[in-house]
């Protein structure tokens, strides 16, 4: 990874993560499981709660709001417990989503509802949307005024409406025959777009910049979140499975509403009949893939993700990021927008 | 019901759901669904979600919000946004524990999850604990300060941990073959006591009176709440199955460790023998009583409720509350342990 991104990760991460281990108590509940699950969620422990280290998450949104607390002119150590928060909120919708889609891994390791059953896991999600807001708070004792942080939990909490309003869409989806790009989009603004706007929105708020200069940053985190699903969707399709480490078939196979897929059944009236079937073999996923690229289902998705891209970018140039981490946030966003897994 | 309680009710409990409605959009969202579960679960809808009234809880944690703030010589008014949050916190927690509980009804209605399945249920509770936040954060509007509204914000989060801390514990003790009685009540503490702790908290905050009296506040909300949740105990094997509207032997078949029944399985080894039989007839359930009535279970119960009361009483006489509210919460007070159902 190249300059300055690598070393202001190397920097801010680390100081995301000591964050976090203090909301949670992670040395001193060590062996407490109310404490231990969501510490095996965040990947430092294991399922007996002996200390591990897994790569558990990337921790872009902390990130996120890191360096546009920097590029906005602000001290970026005041913002993290703010970022934080959001990792929390984040792994907060990911312990709730698990069980919500019954999924048995996650980052390949049991989900924690497998593990502590369905009953456990809700509360223990409940629990760190708790603990998010405790860490938020404690912006308070790095020097933020009340005023921001009052502002700050108001617009986390609008977000958090936000992801449970594109949650609530995304399920409704599946007992629906028919649904529209339109509505697809409505449901990944709430879902992925709101809180990666979030965290640009907060950055911005530490650095104190003018409000239009606010507005900015958190469109250019919106459009980063959009252009960044579309990719996932196109990477659930057309991806290396060797790479994103999950069969590209899973996204087919399990019939999901994908933006590809919900401009191949607009278009197809084949894919419409073969979507209707039971099939789930190989062969069948070859034809899905097949009609897809017939109708240019690729094409039309990568044509959204650069659209969003290139507003994102644009968004980010008039918020008038300073420094190397104006820089790094470029390189983030290109790194997001050509990942291959 | 007795002067001055009576009057400031119906005064101060239309307010707060007018708030509650205010921030849940009762009139704007009538016909939407994901705002439509959560009228639908606070009595204002049925499950089509047109417009009814039905008695849908009691709203008592915000009039002792309410009247804490006026007894403490605060505007209470400026409560009613603290007011509603606190009623939205006790709901969310409520949509969840239903889950949990796998219980069919609520209030002699179908539970949400009953109607809308668990996995809408679970997000629908995520929303209502946002939008609780949301509620707090209005505070704001009506003048209280950022400094107090941040260490409200702090203080409902700690609750929110203290309450999954409490869940936590009660969904335990179900797989464990002993639980003891300090146990069960660092559970119900909890479950029960802090959110009426912080309702008593909150509303002394914005009377803004001295440090010492917050604290007392809060512990006449913690033993208020202690005693109230002992109550519900005594009432689940003895109460009266035509006020409470459930048979009281359901606590007993479904073998609830509530405070009569750890004590009697404590004292009496043929207690013991007995719920690890699977029987569930009326005979048990008569058997069951009986043992209990032999030990003193109820006495000892009895005793723990008239304890927390007086300790209750003791704080609030401390906290030196002011005027008609004072004599208000002394009558809910006696009204909520002389009750039953």
């Given at each position: 990874m190249k300059e300055p991104l690598s070393s202001l990760?190397?920097?801010m991460i680390p100081a995301v993560e000591q964050e976090m281990r203090?909301?949670?108590?992670?040395?001193?509940?060590?062996?407490?499981?109310?404490?231990?699950?969501?510490?095996?969620?965040?990947?430092?422990?294991?399922?007996?709660?002996?200390?591990?280290?897994?790569?558990?998450?990337?921790?872009?949104?902390?990130?996120?709001?890191?360096?546009?607390?920097?590029?906005?002119?602000?001290?970026?150590?005041?913002g993290i417990p703010g970022g934080a928060a959001i990792e929390l909120i984040h792994n907060f919708s990911l312990i709730h989503d698990d069980i919500q889609d019954a999924s048995l891994t996650r980052r390949g390791r049991p989900t924690m509802w497998q593990i502590w059953g369905a009953n456990q896991a809700i509360n223990s999600g409940d629990?760190?949307?708790?603990?998010?807001?405790?860490?938020?708070?404690?912006?308070?004792?790095?020097?933020?005024?009340?005023?921001?942080?009052?502002?700050?939990?108001r617009r986390l909490d609008e977000t958090c409406v936000a992801l449970t309003i594109g949650q609530y869409l995304d399920m409704s989806f599946e007992n629906r025959p028919e649904v529209t790009v339109d509505e697809?989009?409505?449901?990944?603004?709430?879902?992925?777009?709101?809180?990666?706007?979030?965290?640009?929105?907060?950055?911005?708020?530490?650095g104190q910049v003018p409000a239009d200069?606010?507005?900015?940053?958190?469109?250019?985190?919106?459009?980063?979140?959009?252009?960044?699903?579309?990719?996932?969707?196109?990477?659930?399709i057309w991806g290396d499975e060797s790479v994103i480490g999950k069969s590209s078939a899973t996204d087919i196979v399990t019939r999901k509403k994908s933006l590809p897929v919900l401009f191949g059944l607009a278009e197809s009236a084949e894919l419409r009949k073969l979507y209707m079937t039971e099939e789930s073999d190989d062969e069948f996923v070859r034809q899905v893939v097949n009609l897809l690229d017939t109708v240019g289902a690729r094409q039309v998705a990568e044509a959204y993700e650069e659209s969003y891209a290139s507003s994102a970018l644009q968004h980010l140039e008039a918020a008038l990021p300073l420094g190397e981490a104006a820089n790094a946030l470029k390189q983030l966003t290109e790194l997001l927008l050509n990942r291959d897994s």
């Amino acid at each position: 990874m190249k300059e300055p991104l690598s070393s202001l990760m190397q920097t801010m991460i680390p100081a995301v993560e000591q964050e976090m281990r203090s909301v949670l108590q992670a040395e001193d509940k060590q062996k407490d499981l109310f404490y231990g699950m969501m510490h095996y969620h965040l990947g430092w422990v294991d399922e007996n709660l002996r200390a591990i280290q897994v790569v558990a998450g990337k921790r872009i949104r902390p990130l996120i709001c890191l360096l546009v607390a920097r590029a906005a002119g602000g001290q970026w150590q005041q913002g993290i417990p703010g970022g934080a928060a959001i990792e929390l909120i984040h792994n907060f919708s990911l312990i709730h989503d698990d069980i919500q889609d019954a999924s048995l891994t996650r980052r390949g390791r049991p989900t924690m509802w497998q593990i502590w059953g369905a009953n456990q896991a809700i509360n223990s999600g409940d629990a760190m949307f708790s603990l998010s807001h405790v860490a938020l708070s404690r912006m308070i004792e790095r020097g933020v005024s009340a005023d921001i942080v009052v502002h700050a939990l108001r617009r986390l909490d609008e977000t958090c409406v936000a992801l449970t309003i594109g949650q609530y869409l995304d399920m409704s989806f599946e007992n629906r025959p028919e649904v529209t790009v339109d509505e697809y989009l409505e449901m990944i603004e709430g879902k992925t777009a709101a809180l990666l706007a979030y965290s640009a929105e907060l950055g911005a708020s530490i650095g104190q910049v003018p409000a239009d200069n606010v507005q900015h940053y958190a469109s250019f985190g919106h459009d980063l979140g959009l252009a960044f699903q579309v990719r996932d969707d196109i990477l659930g399709i057309w991806g290396d499975e060797s790479v994103i480490g999950k069969s590209s078939a899973t996204d087919i196979v399990t019939r999901k509403k994908s933006l590809p897929v919900l401009f191949g059944l607009a278009e197809s009236a084949e894919l419409r009949k073969l979507y209707m079937t039971e099939e789930s073999d190989d062969e069948f996923v070859r034809q899905v893939v097949n009609l897809l690229d017939t109708v240019g289902a690729r094409q039309v998705a990568e044509a959204y993700e650069e659209s969003y891209a290139s507003s994102a970018l644009q968004h980010l140039e008039a918020a008038l990021p300073l420094g190397e981490a104006a820089n790094a946030l470029k390189q983030l966003t290109e790194l997001l927008l050509n990942r291959d897994s």
